[in-house]
């Protein structure tokens, strides 16, 4: 690839479809100059059978850091989908089985091949390392996080102020989410607008447990 191609391709990733980058633009267009190799992740949990249509963005974009060399990931969040993220509903989601969320993640990959080369994107399961930690690691990754930072979003608080049930779990969400992104050590986290806190939460845990900065691009 010359220099012309890559940066017609690194100007599409910050620009096209890009609703915020932080802690900003400058500093990523920076890394992706430099000829360092940054670690990607965007992740899907199969709470349904489909991968729909507005995940096509971040997969597209997830293909463009492939291309230029990355080392990307596409993850499938089989652990994270016995909670379900709750961070654009006004109620719990349903609880799934097992058997459930096997079915729902048995098509992803073939799905997400429309937009994806799987010769140069790494698959994982989330369950991989999160159903390896203990209730002692849990205790150590919460302790970076406040209730208040929680209850303070703005469906949460909605819910909380109607009297509607808030559970435990919902509160761990975004943990397991950082803690996905802090076991990748990763650069560069893809999604949603809607997941800005929870890939915040990815960001405090690599700059408290690496000290290092990460970087969360939204759709």
């Known amino acids: 690839m010359n220099e012309a191609e890559k940066k017609g391709l690194i100007d599409i990733f910050l620009t096209r479809g890009v609703e915020n980058i932080i802690p900003g633009r400058p500093e990523l267009e920076k890394q992706l100059y430099s000829n360092k ?20 963005y971040p997969l597209r974009k997830l293909q463009i ?15 994270t989908a016995k909670v379900g993220d709750t961070s ?22 073939r799905q997400a091949a429309k937009f994806l080369d799987f010769k140069k994107i790494n ?4 369950s991989e390392w999160l159903s390896k930690l203990n209730f002692g690691d849990i205790i150590k990754l919460t302790q970076k996080f406040s209730l208040n930072d ?11 102020v109607e009297g509607k049930r808030v559970s435990l779990p919902e509160v761990l969400y975004p943990i397991m989410q950082g803690y ?3 076991i990748q050590d990763t650069d560069i986290q893809l999604g ?21 900065e990460s970087f969360v691009v939204t759709n």
Request: hydrophobic content about 35%; proline content about 2%; cysteine-free.
């Open 37 to 56: 190799k940054l670690n990607i992740y965007y992740g899907i949990d199969p709470t349904a059978i489909r991968i729909h249509l507005g995940h096509a």
């Open 65 to 79: 850091l492939a291309d230029l060399g990355h080392n990307v990931t596409f993850l499938i969040g089989d652990f």
């Open 88 to 109: 654009d509903k006004e109620s719990e989601r349903p609880i799934l089985t097992d058997e459930q969320i096997d079915e729902n993640f048995k098509t992803y990959k």
């Open 123 to 126: 698959v994982v399961h989330n």
């Open 150 to 160: 929680f209850i303070s979003r703005e469906l949460i608080k909605k819910r909380l």
């Open 180 to 182: 996905d992104s802090y």
């Open 192 to 212: 949603g607008t809607d997941q800005t806190f929870n890939m915040q939460a990815g960001r405090t845990l690599i700059k408290n447990l690496r000290n290092k």
